[in-house]
């Protein structure tokens, strides 16, 4: 039973350049979420994505957006980026039924 | 709003030692607690939790107890191994999406 699955691992980027980040999520789960973690931090809440559609959303600018496909995968894009968008991004999915999350291993995205 | 506070690392143990991370939350009504651990390169792998006052969660020898009254999740091991080394991040839900509150996480180091 294959966990939650991100592409790329790890990524470098031009300061102004766009990225899409790609997640799979679990076997059975429908439910998937983006968070960013820092170097040193916890992981702060991006959004939610569910039923094809935009559920929750954290304190982050509208250049963060994100897109669920029919088969519950989702992809997390940033346009502009900063210097400061440096980070790993961790995706996390779980059931509409609010089990625990599982988080896939991260894209580590790197803006010079 | 909900935050999460963890006592900074990191911590360093000889093995066998007593383990015991510190974790108290602010939050509106009544959150779930959990405990997640990252190795290093790996995402976060839930480790326990608890979902009311005076719960336990316990898992692979960790324990933590869920205390309303002094708003506390402490993470305790009686005997730690060397494969403990990780990074223990504390964190809260309060809605029923699953969204999740991190704290700053603690670094533990464990040394034959």
């Known amino acids: 039973d294959a966990g939650v699955t991100q592409s790329p691992t790890h990524l470098i980027k031009t300061r102004g350049q766009q990225v899409t980040l790609r997640c799979s999520p679990k076997?059975?789960?429908?439910?998937v979420s983006w968070y960013q973690q820092a170097l040193g931090q916890g992981p702060q809440f991006i959004f939610q994505?569910?039923?094809?559609?935009?559920?929750q959303r954290g304190n982050f600018p509208d250049r963060f957006s994100g897109h669920q496909f029919p088969n519950y995968s989702s992809e997390l894009n940033v346009n502009a980026l900063l210097l400061g968008d440096s980070a790993l991004y961790l995706c996390?999915?779980?059931?509409?039924?609010?089990?625990?999350?599982?988080f896939g291993n991260g894209t580590r995205l790197t803006v010079t | 709003g909900d935050s999460v506070t963890q006592m900074e690392g990191p911590v360093t143990l000889s093995e066998e030692a007593f383990l015991t991370i510190n974790c108290t939350y602010t939050?509106?009504?009544?959150?779930?607690l959990f405990w997640y651990v990252q190795y290093p390169g790996e995402g976060l792998q839930l480790l326990l939790k608890?979902?009311?006052?005076?719960d336990k969660g316990s898992n692979k020898g960790f324990e933590a107890t869920y205390r309303k009254e002094t708003t506390s999740f402490h993470l305790e091991k009686g005997s730690v191994q060397v494969s403990d080394s990780a990074v223990y991040f504390c964190?809260?839900?309060?809605?029923?999406?699953?969204?999740?509150?991190f704290g700053a996480g603690t670094q533990v180091v464990v040394t034959p």
């Open positions: 994505y569910y039923e094809e559609e935009e559920r």
């Open positions: 608890a979902t009311k006052a005076d």
């Open positions: 076997s059975g789960h429908d439910t």
């Open positions: 939050a509106t009504g009544y959150p779930s």
């Open positions: 964190a809260l839900q309060t809605d029923s999406w699953g969204k999740l509150q």
């Open positions: 996390a999915s779980s059931s509409a039924g609010g089990s625990p999350l599982h």
